[in-house]
Each structure stands twice: as structure tokens, then as C-alpha cells.
């Protein structure tokens, strides 16, 4: 991407999160010379492998593994204080050097004790309904600072508006844990403890992480702007309400670190050579039984956040179809080819019908995706390892042809195979050709 002379990348989810943005950012950020994360919070969980070693970041952007590349929070991203300084003094512990490399927007706002403790409040009340949420606080974070009612990274520096807004958050929170008749209630004064202790450290990493971009990106710079969780999970495109609190479409990503759209390059869009979906809501392609467990098995499909097994499915092209348009995907990036390699047959849904009729587009209420029948049509399997493909003609045909037919049905070249969480486990495409070379 960056080889095409482009100087700003976004990464972003094609479809329901765990796509493997982790690998790819990582490999891309060798190139980078900033990488900063855009929106969400410790609800993402970020999996890099180095040698023996894995990594899996929650906060920190995935470039953190190059001692060069400046790793940045945006001020669309939410902050979970305390688990953040236990991320970066883990990374530390493990031999990191991360003086003067990470930078935190003064305008992020901080999850706080409280929406925790919300979030798992709001989840049991809703029963059968529950969203099935990571539990970090991710949604009363995000309504606190739409309510604006929210405490920002740069309020840190002002004893007295952190004693106001925490009051009123504090205030807040309990009366609406009342009226779910939860049976706990936040203080005030452990909140403010609490954050006296973590402030100056989170104060000395606060920065305009969007002048910083610009001034990168007029110099020599080559940015990429992480994405987390994926189109379908996102506020306004994703399958309300089973979604998460932010944007985490590539319209997100210049409002969450403060610079203008006109300034991405490239919008390069990861999706799993299948599907997968943690958490709750609609999933039409989604495998049971047997095949299901097998899926899971060999993909390793478990919650990096909270190690809750994930739902596997086919390959849905209508889902990243969509995805490609709201997120004016320019290429996209396909992981995990080799968990499909020992399937003798590989089903890949194109098209959706609702009712018995061809359903055009994407349908935009949660209740019809969970009614649509999709369309799919069965490919040969190529029942040989593709863990040591290196260049696409590596790969054995039946792989290309699944390849090529993801490119059609999604309308979208493909850039980058993955076959493999090594680094060098990754398949490069001329930017011409993609996949049909
Ligand atoms: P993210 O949230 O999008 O970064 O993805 P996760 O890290 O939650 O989940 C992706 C998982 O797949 C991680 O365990 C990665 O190490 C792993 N992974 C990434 N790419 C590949 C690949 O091409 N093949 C295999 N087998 N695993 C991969
Ligand atoms: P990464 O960045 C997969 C899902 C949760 C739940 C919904 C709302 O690793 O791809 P939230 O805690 O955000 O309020 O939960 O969103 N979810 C993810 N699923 N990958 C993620 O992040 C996710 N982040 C949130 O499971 O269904
Ligand atoms: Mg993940």
C-alpha cells in the first residue's frame, strides 16, 4: 500500500470483528511510521505473533512490536485508564521500549469504574435480549460522552472538573443502576482515588495525536490508522442494536483522530477467509454441529477479549459487499486461508433472498438479516497446505479460484493472503492485478 506511494492507510474490520487487523497492521507497520488507533477500546483484542512470541493488545496500537513506530489513541478512542498502564507495563515487562512511543489524545474520553459497571448491569437486565458485550464499559462510556457528561484524558489536569463531572457521572450511574434494581452503587471519592493515582502517568502521554498526524504526513510520513471490531458492528451500519457504541467504519477514522477524509489514501478492509461472530445477533451463514466445531477447532476461533468461543460461518460476500461500500474499501486483505485447507468442499454465500425473493442490497433492521436465506454456491476444496504459499502462484488452484470468486462477489481486490499469524505467512499482490494475476 504504502509501496503505491500512498501516505495514509486505514485499517478496518470487513466484517463482525477478530478478522486478524492485528497481523495485518503489524505487517504493514513496518513500513509505518505512526499507527494510531481511531475508536473503541479495550472491547478490541489485537493478536500478533513474533517468533514464539504472541502479543495481544487490547489499547495499544499493533504497531507497538517496531521500536521506531510512534503508537497514538485517538481522541475517538475510549480510555480505560487502569487497563491501559497494565497493557503498556506488560509490553515493558516483556522487553519494550515504549519511552517517548505512545501518545494519547487529550480530548479521548476515559471509561470509567462506573460504566463497568453499568455495562453489566444493562446486560442482565436484558435477557434473552443481551447484546452479549465484552464488559469493558464500552456503551455507557460512549453515552456519557454523547450525554457530555463525560470525563476527557486532558480533564486529568483539573482537580475541579473531575470532582464535578465525576459527581454528575457518579450520580448518573446510580440512579440508573437503581432502576435496573442492580444491587451495587459507585462512590464518588473512590472514583477521584482512583484517578488521582493514574493521572500523571496518562497526563505525560496526552497530545494532539491529530496535528501530529498532519505534521507526520507532511514530512515523510506514512500513517495507518487502526481499525477495531468491523463494518458490521458499527453504530450506524452495523446490525443494531447488536452492535458496539462507536464508528468503526473508515468514515470514523478521520474524525476519531482529527484529520480531514481527503487525507486517507487507501482503505484496505480485512475479512476472514470465512466468517466469524462473537456476541450476540444475526449471522446468516453462521455453521452448526459439527461443522461449526470443526471450524472453530482448527481457526482457533475463541475470543481474544474474553475467550468466549466464537460463531464460525461461511464466507458471506453480500456482508462484505456491503462492508466494501460503507467503508469505500479500496482492497481488501483475506486471512485464515490455511483453516480452510483441509475442506474437501467450501461454501461461499453471494447473493440473499427474503421471503422467496432475491433480496437486493443489504437489509438494514437486524430482524430481517435474521430472516434472509443466503444464496451460496460450493467450491472444490484444495485439501493440501497453503501454510508455506509465499506468492500467489504459490497457492494450489482451487485456492486462487476462491480467491478470485471472494474479489467478484465482494467487488474488491484483493491485496494481501494471509496463510498463516507468522509475518511472513503473508501473500502480497500487485496492486494491478490483485488476485486475478
Ligand atoms: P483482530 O481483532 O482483527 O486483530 O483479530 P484477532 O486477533 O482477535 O483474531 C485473529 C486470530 O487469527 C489471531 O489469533 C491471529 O493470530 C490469527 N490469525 C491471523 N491471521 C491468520 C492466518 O492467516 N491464519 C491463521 N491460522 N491464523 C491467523
Ligand atoms: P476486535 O477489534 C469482535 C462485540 C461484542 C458484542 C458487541 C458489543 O478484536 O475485532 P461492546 O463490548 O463493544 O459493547 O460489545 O461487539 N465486539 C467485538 N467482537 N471483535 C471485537 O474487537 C469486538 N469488540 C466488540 O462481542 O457483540
Ligand atoms: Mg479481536
Same mark, same amino acid.
Given at each position: 500500500m504504502f509501496g503505491d506511494g500512498a501516505r495514509?492507510?486505514?485499517?478496518?474490520?470487513?466484517?463482525?470483528?477478530?478478522?486478524?487487523?492485528?497481523?495485518?497492521i503489524d505487517v504493514l507497520a513496518e513500513q509505518a511510521t505512526i499507527v494510531a488507533r481511531y475508536q473503541g477500546g479495550a472491547n478490541a483484542g489485537h493478536t500478533v505473533h513474533v517468533g514464539e512470541e504472541e502479543f495481544i493488545l487490547h489499547l495499544i496500537p499493533s504497531g507497538v512490536l517496531y521500536p521506531?513506530?510512534?503508537?497514538?489513541?485517538?481522541?475517538?478512542?475510549?480510555?480505560?485508564?487502569?487497563?491501559?498502564l497494565e497493557e503498556r507495563d506488560a509490553l515493558i515487562e516483556r522487553g519494550l521500549d515504549l519511552e517517548g512511543r505512545v501518545g494519547?489524545?487529550? #480530548?479521548?474520553? &476515559?471509561?470509567?469504574?462506573?460504566?463497568?459497571? =453499568? +455495562?453489566?448491569?444493562q446486560e442482565s437486565t436484558r435477557g434473552g435480549k443481551a447484546?452479549?458485550?465484552?464488559?469493558?464499559?464500552?456503551?455507557?462510556?460512549?453515552?456519557?460522552?454523547?450525554?457530555?457528561?463525560?470525563?476527557?484524558?486532558?480533564?486529568?489536569?483539573?482537580?475541579?472538573?473531575c470532582v464535578d463531572v465525576v459527581r454528575q457521572g457518579t450520580a448518573a450511574a446510580n440512579s440508573i443502576l437503581a432502576s435496573l434494581e442492580a444491587d451495587v452503587r459507585v462512590r464518588p471519592e473512590e472514583v477521584l482515588e482512583s484517578l488521582r493515582e493514574v493521572?500523571?502517568?496518562?497526563?505525560?502521554?496526552?497530545?494532539?495525536?491529530?496535528?501530529?498526524?498532519?505534521?507526520?504526513?507532511?514530512?515523510?510520513? #506514512?500513517?495507518? &490508522?487502526?481499525?477495531?471490531?468491523?463494518?458490521? =458492528? +458499527?453504530?450506524?451500519?452495523g446490525t443494531y442494536p447488536y452492535v458496539t457504541s462507536s464508528s468503526t467504519t473508515a468514515g470514523g477514522a478521520a474524525s476519531g483522530v482529527g484529520?480531514?477524509?481527503t487525507m486517507i489514501d487507501e482503505v484496505l478492509g480485512v475479512v476472514k477467509a470465512?466468517?466469524?461472530?462473537?456476541?450476540?445477533?444475526?449471522?446468516?451463514?453462521e455453521l452448526q454441529g459439527d461443522e461449526a466445531d470443526r471450524l472453530r477447532d482448527l481457526g482457533?476461533?475463541?475470543?481474544?477479549?474474553?475467550?468466549?468461543?466464537?460463531?464460525?460461518?461461511?464466507?458471506?460476500?453480500?456482508?462484505?459487499?456491503?462492508?466494501a461500500g460503507v467503508n469505500g474499501l479500496t482492497a481488501l486483505a483475506v486471512t485464515k486461508l490455511d483453516v480452510l485447507d483441509s475442506f474437501d468442499r467450501i461454501r461461499l454465500a453471494f447473493d440473499y433472498e427474503l421471503a422467496g425473493r432475491h433480496f437486493d442490497g443489504f437489509p438494514d433492521a437486524a430482524r430481517d438479516l435474521a430472516r434472509v436465506t443466503p444464496i451460496y454456491e460450493t467450491l472444490p476444496g484444495w485439501l493440501t497446505s497453503t501454510a508455506e504459499a509465499r506468492r500467489f502462484p504459490d497457492l494450489p488452484d482451487h485456492a486462487r479460484r476462491y480467491l478470485r470468486r471472494i474479489e467478484e462477489v465482494a467487488q474488491t481486490p484483493i491485496r494481501y493472503v494471509s496463510v498463516g499469524s507468522a509475518r511472513d505467512q503473508t501473500i502480497f499482490l500487485d496492486a494491478r492485478n490483485a488476485a486475478t494475476v
Open positions: 495514509c492507510v486505514a485499517v478496518v474490520g470487513a466484517q463482525w470483528g477478530d478478522e486478524g487487523k492485528g497481523k495485518i521506531d513506530v510512534r503508537c497514538l489513541l485517538g481522541n475517538g478512542v475510549v480510555l480505560d485508564p487502569w487497563t491501559f494519547i489524545s487529550s #480530548r479521548a474520553h &476515559l471509561v470509567l469504574p462506573y460504566h463497568k459497571q =453499568l +455495562d453489566a448491569a447484546i452479549g458485550t465484552t464488559g469493558r464499559g464500552i456503551g455507557p462510556a460512549y453515552r456519557d460522552k454523547a450525554a457530555r457528561i463525560g470525563l476527557r484524558v486532558g480533564d486529568l489536569a483539573d482537580l475541579t472538573r493521572a500523571p502517568e496518562i497526563l505525560r502521554l496526552k497530545t494532539d495525536v491529530g496535528a501530529e498526524i498532519r505534521s507526520d504526513i507532511s514530512g515523510a510520513g #506514512r500513517v495507518l &490508522l487502526e481499525g477495531a471490531q468491523g463494518a458490521l =458492528l +458499527d453504530i450506524d451500519h484529520i480531514g477524509p470465512y466468517t466469524t461472530r462473537v456476541g450476540n445477533g444475526p449471522l446468516p451463514t482457533g476461533e475463541f475470543g481474544a477479549t474474553t475467550g468466549r468461543p466464537r460463531r464460525p460461518g461461511w464466507f458471506d460476500g453480500t456482508v462484505v459487499r456491503y462492508a
